[in-house]
């Protein structure tokens, strides 16, 4: 089985730091993209970040731009580095994965996940 566990969330003032990881296992296909969503209360789920093997390039949300780094080890855990965090990045934060060639910004834009890992919550006070 496929399994996803993202990890590092906590509270933090604003302008602070926090790096997200994404733990894989299970999973075996050699082309996948893997994005970073979130969920703040009383809204829906909204990706923020993605990354795909077979694209150079990166996708990012305006809201994290310049702000937040996506990366990856290969297939077998991904990350997020958010810095200069805002109260309006308080949410739940969730990875997932797909076994596809896809370009990044296309992965984020689209609903096609295979899985979810549970999610790690972000707080930002002010």
């Known amino acids: 089985d496929v399994q996803l566990q993202a990890s590092g969330g906590g509270l933090v003032q604003a302008g602070g730091s926090l790096r997200l990881s994404c733990t894989i296992s299970?999973?075996?296909?050699?082309?996948?993209?893997i994005g970073w969503f979130r969920q703040a209360p009383g809204e829906q789920r909204e990706p923020i970040s993605c990354?795909?093997?077979?694209?150079?390039?990166t996708f990012y949300a305006d809201s994290v731009k310049g702000r937040f780094t996506i990366s990856s080890d290969n297939a077998n855990t991904a990350y997020l580095q958010m810095n200069s965090l805002e109260p309006e990045d308080t949410a739940i934060y969730y990875c997932a994965i797909k076994g596809v060639i896809i370009r990044a910004a296309a992965f984020c834009r689209s609903s096609l996940i295979d899985y979810w890992g549970k999610g790690t919550q972000v707080t930002v006070s002010s």
């Open positions: 299970g999973f075996e296909f050699d082309d996948y993209a």
């Open positions: 990354i795909s093997s077979r694209d150079p390039n």
